[in-house]
């Protein structure tokens, strides 16, 4: 089973910051927290991940909470190519292959 | 290709019938997963390969699903005797050996669209 949670739905409008919430308060001290989307009809593409510290790439950014019970994955401007399902897994690297076991995701709408 | 390549893309087969389903992983690419994903359904781990082997056969769901791999590359997932609830989208991933540090990232194939009818 997913070791997380995350709302159905979020709505955003265009050119603003997308701000996706997760939580995973059973993380191991060895679970990473990645992040992945998929845009309708097309296979999961990865956006970051991180272990306790924050993280940023071109895509977007990641903040986990100290005790690391959870994150959220910030879009800074979103556009209307960002509307996808927003995974937020937990993934073990050192065990079952480094896995990733997807729950239901955030539908994210980017609203003009 | 550059990427995780999979086909047939869409596949229509009569019930009773067995299917092949093929993956091509990037190159170098030890690690091999495949996944499912019904009609508005999240994904659903099937399978793990590591080289040839494959440690976890844990989402399987039943016997009529089997995958091979070979010389570490090409993996084939094969489905006899297929059902109408079979119909799906099967999604292949290869990457690196996970590892702490390391290039970790997962890339997904667009899939084999099966359809039983």
């Known amino acids: 089973d997913a070791k997380t949670t995350q709302p159905p739905s979020m709505d955003c409008a265009e050119g603003r910051a997308a701000n996706l919430p997760c939580n995973h308060s059973?993380?191991?001290?060895?679970?990473?927290v990645y992040w992945y989307r998929q845009i309708h009809s097309q296979g999961p593409q990865y956006i970051i991940h991180?272990?306790?510290n924050n993280e940023t790439n071109e895509m977007a950014s990641l903040i986990i909470t100290e005790d690391r019970k959870s994150s959220t994955l910030i879009l800074p401007h979103a556009t209307l190519r960002d509307t996808a399902v927003y995974y937020c897994?937990?993934?073990?690297?050192?065990?079952?292959?480094?896995?990733?076991?997807f729950g239901q995701g955030t539908e994210l709408s980017v609203k003009p | 290709g550059a990427g995780v390549s999979q086909s047939p893309s869409n596949k229509v087969t009569e019930k009773g019938k067995d299917v092949e389903l093929r993956c091509d992983p990037i190159?170098?690419?030890?690690?091999l997963y495949w996944y499912r994903q019904s009609l508005g359904q999240g994904l659903e781990f099937l399978i793990y390969?590591?080289?040839?082997?494959?440690?976890?056969k844990s989402g399987l769901p039943s016997d009529r699903f089997s995958a091979e791999r070979t010389g570490g590359s090409v993996s084939t997932l094969t489905i006899q005797r297929t059902q109408q609830e079979d119909s799906a989208v099967y999604l292949c991933?290869?990457?690196?050996?996970?590892?702490?540090?390391?290039?970790?990232?997962?890339?997904f194939g667009q899939g084999t669209r099966l359809t039983v009818v």
């Open positions: 897994i937990v993934r073990a690297l050192y065990n079952q292959g480094g896995k990733l076991i």
């Open positions: 991180g272990l306790k």
């Open positions: 390969f590591q080289g040839n082997s494959a440690p976890d």
């Open positions: 190159s170098g690419h030890t690690a």
């Open positions: 991933a290869s990457s690196l050996v996970p590892r702490i540090g390391g290039n970790t990232e997962a890339f």
């Open positions: 059973t993380i191991s001290g060895n679970e990473y």
